[in-house]
């Protein structure tokens, strides 16, 4: 570790260079929208505090460009949120909004200043100024997308999600955390709780407080005795009202219905008699990976519950109805076995049955009022008090009936990433199915097809991924097509689609989920152990959980989960059939990083190539630099040549309030090669570049996955001119107005270098120098190894 080089960043920048005319007409419209704004907070009914949205343009995303120097100080109008890129919230109260109109007036219509270069120097008020495309309050159509009749449908006839989920600007645990007194807010929001409450005592009003404050929600929930009595609509039309007009209301939505997906259609009916299916039994004298498995129970048939690791029989539904979730167990232990020259892992893994969900809604809602959040909340207890020490993963192949916003995180995701943290666990969830019309046809076996075939699709943004499938801490899989007799695979067309994200990659990967249109289902078990076929991305998400747990079961000691993720997304690879550079800005919305390989293929290595991994926490202010020799059989008459992959996994911190932005520190991870000047002067240049076009924010963010904990890169050197001393260096940089947390970020880099000729000796030419180099080298795998 050592203190990082300086440079990046940039002073203020003149948004209207060249444009005078323009930029006093400009100036002139913010302040009559600021004047506006003014005359609204003070007629309020919440002591003059507010919220207001300021828009910047498409070239002030970058950080550095953020009007808090002179505009929105910090300490009198605090940044409460952001929403979609470019989208910030401030609190403000009319005498700070004056000071912010003075400074908007004064900045300069002409810049005159010069600095010591004798270059034209804009001040921080113009600059900022000229980076604001729009200062306005939230309208209604900012706070909610739904209309009064399409609640009270929702409310009649979606049990378990008769609630609204509602996102305060601020709440105790913000203010608590403020170092600021904002006395007026914290009266606003005990004003907004009181009235609240005072709407009917037959609401029942919970708030996310202390124990998970990072999720700031606050839920209202209409029990379905008042949703079926004759004042219902009275009160929710009350209700709405409130809400609409409450200045501290930011957004608010209609709550999620949990489903398995209707896409997984039984191919083989049940009927009386049905031959059953003898799986192999667990050696007793071996460990097996777990996994655990959240849905509608296992069945207790003796043949599979051999395999169980233990139990939480909460909702004890009847063997009939767990059908879902023993076809999820029977692909752990036997998936491989059921669906032969599929690439699905050979070696068993024993199961954890969750039993917290039911098809009965009436009876899901008589246990879980919060729906889904309430399920995750008893999930949190149950595994506060009976997770086995060995079980890491955790399968989830269950949907709230939500699709992802492309800028936002949602409280479903929040939750989930919080218990992932809290129990270091990693879910493995379905990216969710699509339905009736919006099936897709089958993905044509040609790249310019499968674009246009894309191109016509009809219900295109209503096959984006359900939530929580845009989790930072997590695992969410899409589902392809089984493999054909020449290996090719394909996106099944019931799969649900990314981005899920602004800034990431979802689905993460994809998994064979079976294929009723090409008639190649995928096969397991049902309740009474008898062949069963299905399909769904419920069942690709199993198979990327076994290759995870066997993961996780082979790796030398307890490793971090940043290691055991980036070692998943180094290895994985892109089907075929996606793997076209047509389709490069598209595959990875079905795909993700890819299938996962093996555990063997990601453990295992050839002579001709090495695979170095790291893994540290990335102190405040430090950056991790680790210098290495280039494998001597790499380098011939100076030139360096190899093909690299390098891939970074890390846990920044997470915050809801920052919706596009919810991931508050970025780390990278860069390879720079030696160079010597004709001078004699050394210094280390980088080789690999994110495959992004263009150098702006919105760029970096959607091609180079600026500010995801996953990054990726890879590159062939064919005749590298540079000495052979390289340097791999991971440094980080946080958002505007975010703290480094103290305790630093953790994190995990593998990198490998490979003869793309597979002929020489990498392996033992690049260990030879390390140990020379004096580095202890320490091998992740361990031999224990069990097939059934």
């Given at each position: 570790m050592k203190q990082p080089e300086g440079g990046g960043g940039g002073g203020a920048k003149d948004f209207f260079a060249d444009r005078d005319v323009e930029f006093a007409r400009h100036k002139h419209r913010l302040l009559k929208q600021v004047d506006s704004i003014r005359t609204t907070l003070s007629g309020s009914n919440f002591d003059a505090v507010g919220y207001v949205k300021v828009r910047l343009?498409?070239?002030?995303?970058?950080?550095?460009?953020?009007?808090?120097?002179?505009?929105?100080?910090?300490?009198?109008?605090?940044?409460?949120?952001?929403?979609?890129?470019?989208?910030?919230?401030?609190?403000?109260?009319?005498?700070?909004?004056?000071?912010?109109?003075?400074?908007?007036?004064?900045?300069?219509?002409?810049?005159?200043?010069?600095?010591?270069?004798?270059?034209?120097?804009v001040s921080s008020a113009r600059s900022e100024v000229g980076a604001i495309e729009d200062i306005l309050l939230p309208t209604r159509r900012d706070k909610r997308a739904f209309e009064m009749?399409?609640?009270?449908?929702?409310?009649?006839?979606?049990?378990?999600?008769?609630?609204?989920?509602?996102?305060?600007?601020?709440?105790?645990?913000?203010?608590?955390?403020?170092?600021?007194?904002?006395?007026?807010?914290?009266?606003?929001?005990?004003?907004?709780?009181?009235?609240?409450?005072g709407l009917s005592p037959d609401l029942a009003i919970w708030s996310s407080g202390d124990k998970w404050k990072d999720l700031h929600l606050t839920v209202v929930q209409f029990p379905a005795e008042i949703v079926e009595g004759t004042k219902f609509e009275t009160l929710l039309e009350t209700t709405l009202e409130f809400l609409d007009s409450s200045a501290l209301v930011r957004r608010y939505s209609l709550g999620a219905a949990v489903s398995r997906g209707t896409q997984s259609t039984r191919l083989t009916p049940h009927a009386t008699a049905r031959t059953k299916i003898v799986l192999p039994q667990p050696q007793p004298e071996q460990t097996y990976p777990v996994v655990g498995i959240v849905d509608a129970g296992v069945s207790r048939d003796r043949s599979i519950a051999a395999w169980s690791a233990g139990m939480v029989d909460y909702m004890r539904e009847p063997d009939s109805e767990r059908d879902h979730g023993t076809f999820i167990a029977g692909l752990l232990v036997n998936g491989a076995g059921f669906n032969p020259n599929q690439q699905i892992e050979?070696?068993?893994?024993?199961?954890?049955?969750?039993?917290?969900?039911?098809?009965?809604?009436?009876?899901?809602?008589?246990?879980?009022?919060?729906?889904?959040?309430?399920?995750?909340?008893?999930?949190?207890?149950?595994?506060?008090?009976?997770?086995?020490?060995?079980?890491?993963?955790?399968?989830?192949?269950?949907?709230?009936?939500?699709?992802?916003?492309?800028?936002?995180?949602?409280?479903?995701?929040?939750?989930?990433?919080?218990?992932?943290?809290?129990?270091?666990?990693?879910?493995?969830?379905?990216?969710?199915?699509?339905?009736?019309?919006?099936?897709?046809?089958?993905?044509?076996?040609?790249?310019?097809?499968?674009?246009?075939?894309?191109?016509?699709?009809?219900?295109?943004?209503?096959?984006?991924?359900?939530?929580?499938?845009?989790?930072?801490?997590?695992?969410?899989?899409?589902?392809?097509?089984?493999?054909?007799?020449?290996?090719?695979?394909?996106?099944?067309?019931?799969?649900?689609?990314?981005?899920?994200?602004?800034?990431?990659?979802?689905?993460?990967?994809?998994?064979?989920?079976?294929?009723t249109a090409g008639n190649t289902p995928l096969v397991s078990i049902d309740n009474v152990c008898a062949r069963m076929e299905d399909e769904g991305t419920s069942f690709a998400a199993p198979l990327v959980a076994k290759t995870l747990a066997l993961l996780d079961h082979r790796t030398e000691g307890k490793q971090p989960r940043e290691l055991l993720m980036a070692l998943m997304y180094h290895f994985a690879r892109m089907p075929r059939l996606l793997d076209h550079k047509l389709l490069k800005d598209v595959c990875k919305d079905f795909a993700g990083f890819g299938m996962p390989a093996t555990v063997d293929d990601m453990l295992a290595t050839d002579?001709?190539?090495?695979?170095?991994?790291?893994?540290?926490?990335?102190?405040?202010?430090?950056?991790?630099?680790?210098?290495?020799?280039?494998?001597?059989?790499?380098?011939?008459?100076?030139?360096?040549?190899?093909?690299?992959?390098?891939?970074?996994?890390?846990?920044?911190?997470?915050?809801?309030?920052?919706?596009?932005?919810?991931?508050?520190?970025?780390?990278?991870?860069?390879?720079?090669?030696?160079?010597?000047?004709?001078?004699?002067?050394?210094?280390?240049?980088?080789?690999?570049?994110?495959?992004?076009?263009?150098?702006?924010?919105?760029?970096?963010?959607?091609?180079?996955?600026?500010?995801?904990?996953?990054?990726?890169?890879?590159?062939?050197?064919?005749?590298?001119?540079?000495?052979?001393?390289?340097?791999?260096?991971?440094d980080s940089i946080t958002r505007a107005g975010a703290l480094y947390p103290k305790e630093g970020v953790q994190f995990a880099v593998v990198l490998t270098i490979s003869d793309p000729d597979k002929e020489e000796p990498v392996f033992a030419s690049a260990r030879r120098a390390l140990i020379q180099q004096g580095v202890s080298l320490v091998d992740v795998r361990t031999s224990a190894r069990v097939r059934t």
């Open positions: 343009q498409s070239a002030a995303l970058a950080k550095s460009h953020r009007p808090m120097e002179a505009l929105f100080k910090p300490q009198s109008s605090p940044l409460v949120g952001t929403g979609a890129l470019g989208e910030l919230y401030f609190e403000v109260t009319p005498s700070v909004l004056a000071k912010v109109a003075g400074k908007i007036d004064n900045a300069e219509d002409t810049v005159t200043k010069r600095d010591s270069h004798n270059k034209l120097k009749n399409q609640a009270v449908q929702h409310f009649k006839h979606k049990p378990g999600a008769r609630y609204f989920a509602v996102e305060l600007f601020v709440d105790e645990s913000t203010l608590a955390e403020d170092e600021n007194d904002r006395t007026e807010a914290y009266k606003a929001l005990r004003k907004f709780r009181r009235e609240l409450r050979e070696d068993a893994c024993k199961f954890f049955d969750y039993d917290l969900y039911t098809e009965d809604k009436a009876k899901f809602e008589g246990n879980f009022e919060k729906g889904f959040i309430d399920m995750l909340l008893q999930l949190d207890a149950e595994l506060s008090q009976s997770k086995p020490d060995n079980l890491r993963v955790i399968n989830l192949s269950l949907n709230p009936e939500l699709m992802t916003d492309q800028n936002g995180y949602s409280p479903y995701a929040a939750l989930l990433d919080q218990i992932a943290d809290k129990h270091d666990v990693i879910f493995v969830i379905s990216a969710g199915n699509l339905d009736g019309a919006q099936v897709r046809n089958r993905w044509p076996d040609e790249a310019t097809p499968a674009l246009q075939q894309l191109a016509s699709y009809r219900q295109l943004g209503a096959d984006r991924i359900y939530v929580p499938g845009e989790t930072a801490r997590n695992i969410t899989v899409g589902a392809l097509e089984p493999m054909d007799s020449s290996g090719r695979t394909r996106p099944a067309p019931y799969t649900r689609r990314g981005p899920a994200t602004s800034a990431g990659i979802k689905p993460d990967f994809a998994h064979i989920g079976g294929c002579d001709n190539t090495i695979t170095l991994i790291f893994k540290d926490t990335l102190p405040l202010g430090r950056e991790l630099s680790f210098d290495f020799v280039w494998p001597e059989v790499l380098i011939k008459n100076g030139r360096t040549r190899g093909n690299v992959e390098l891939t970074i996994a890390y846990s920044p911190p997470l915050d809801r309030l920052h919706q596009a932005e919810f991931a508050r520190v970025n780390i990278d991870a860069y390879l720079r090669q030696e160079i010597v000047s004709e001078d004699g002067e050394a210094s280390f240049h980088g080789r690999l570049k994110a495959d992004h076009s263009g150098k702006l924010e919105k760029n970096l963010i959607a091609h180079g996955a600026k500010w995801w904990p996953v990054k990726h890169y890879s590159k062939p050197f064919k005749r590298l001119e540079g000495t052979s001393n390289w340097r791999l260096v991971v």
